[in-house]
């Protein structure tokens, strides 16, 4: 449904604090953020599983494994993170 990188901040528990703020922006009345995921987590309610894999802190090499798991999986909630290659594929075949 949606693939997406939390890099490592000041604190270990970021990867919690982001997943948190997910669940708290679905409930919200006013326009969430990410309104892409708080759709999904409320249309999906019940059926949805957090899975992540810890990959060692490289800005490069993080960005382009979240590019390769959207071009894989193409996943409806992802958006712009995709290579240029698929991007113009999607464009070409709507």
Do not use: C
């Not at 449904?1 to 708290?24: C, D, N, W």
Request: no cysteine; charged share 35%; net charge positive.
């Amino acid at each position: 449904m949606y693939v997406g990188i939390a890099k490592q901040r000041k604190r270990q528990s970021f990867l919690r604090q982001r997943f948190r703020e997910y669940l708290r922006e679905q409930d919200r009345a006013d326009e969430p953020r990410r309104s892409h995921i708080s759709d999904m987590l409320r249309r999906w309610r019940g059926l949805i599983y957090f899975y992540f894999a810890t990959v060692e802190e490289d800005s490069n090499l993080l960005d382009k494994i979240e590019i390769d798991l959207n071009d894989a999986f193409q996943p409806p909630k992802s958006h712009g993170d995709l290579s240029a290659t698929v991007r113009a594929a999607k464009r070409a075949f709507p």
